[in-house]
């Protein structure tokens, strides 16, 4: 059976340190299962990272859902993702019938500013704190393919830009390549701008099987396939940068389940933690060669209005980045953009949808986990 | 799995400079992976510039840092020229 995402939700995003991560779990959870006709809910699959033991549990049986399974996942930043790529595996193969997934961070608990990773890992123990970690893969670029520090800024404007018109992202100011160039260095050649913010948020979809419940709101979006990989070994034998081999290897899979090219999709939500990060990701996606990725930024090709409009919502760096919500919150801007509900922000005309979610932390891995996704809008919409 | 040892010499893969605060660092501080030759790729510490080192540059493993991070310099004959390069 083909899944379906029959609803989706999200909380506002951004640093809300007066919400209990329950309180951010109902807004997206209520939202989901209204836009979904309200079916009832067999099984739940929870993405966190930090959240507290229990945080699922403590936040959902409020809204009356419980006795039901309720897995919780964690998979660094793709968390989320893998919530709703387990969902939808689990009404594929038939072994429930509506399946819940949300995800859930409350960031502002844990930090103030980098995350670091784990201190027993060579990264954590030697201060090289995440965004140092895309810094070095940025500065590879600059040596290896010339990427310039505009280059990278383009990123930053297109997704800022976008952001103007997504009332629930944490930063909606639209900036110029000189402004992110001028902001605070970070790391090397990364400034503030370029890096996603710290945010509160949660996100929530429904999946199950289309046309159910009958009277349901909203129009169901297929899942056309959803792949989930961890990393291969990243070493002084890898040519590529960290994430780059982990996040082609399962756009390639998702391709090839839903039988389709990277030259089909008509609107992608990728993780642009850092600027560095979307270039390295739309190539590793296929939609430029290996070294090419700044020429869809200098085209427009990835801006909205130009052929595959790439993080609509303003991604991560506008959206802010609360790590187990994020791929969730991704997902519900896909959904909304394949329903053509996405408002300033619509992507005209948009039938395929990729969601692409890259965790990482690890050392000696070039990723903790990949998900990539590929949706397809209702037939009745045009 | 047993022990085996590499370097002191090895390439510069990338590297950067950290500028926000992480615990029980005090930025900036410059980071480097570096091939170690015939070996693999660590993390260290590059002591004695505030810069980011360019890839390609070879360095060698100079020991460990008061934090305990394993530290390396610019390396051999080229050292003084590097140094000057990366401190414009």
Known sequence: MIAHVLGVGTSMFGKQQDLHPNQ??????????????????????????????????????????????????????????????????????????????????????????????????????????????YAMSASRYQAVHGVTDEDLALVAVKNHRHAVSNERAQHRTPHTVEEVLASRMIADPLTLLQCCPIADGAAAAVLGPAGTPADAPAAPVAVRSSVLRSGGLWDQRSEHVWGYELVRDTALLAYEAASLAATDIDVIECHDAFTIGEIVTTEAIGLAAEGEGASLLRSGHTAIGGPQPVNPSGGLLSRGHPLGATGLAQLAEIVWQLRGRAGGRQVDGARLGMVETMGGGVAGIDGNACVVAILEAPATTS | MQPTEFGPDGTVWSSTVVRVAVPGRTPPYTLAYLDLDDGPRVLCRVEGCVARVPVGTVLRLSGTTDDGDVAARVAGAAAHETATEVAR
């Open chain 1, 24 to 133: 951010l779990m109902w807004s997206a959870v209520e939202e989901a299962l209204d836009d979904a006709g309200r079916p009832q809910i067999d099984a739940i699959y929870v993405g966190t990272v930090f959240g507290a033991p229990g945080v699922a549990q403590r936040g959902l049986h409020h809204l009356g859902l419980t006795g039901i399974p309720i897995i919780t996942v964690e998979n660094a930043c793709a968390s989320g993702t893998t919530a709703f790529h387990e969902a939808a595996t689990a009404v594929e193969l038939g072994r429930f019938e509506h399946v819940l997934a949300v995800g859930v961070e409350k960031m502002t608990d844990s930090f103030a500013g980098a995350i670091s990773p784990e201190p027993t890992d060579p990264e954590g123990r030697s201060g090289l704190a995440l965004p140092s970690l």
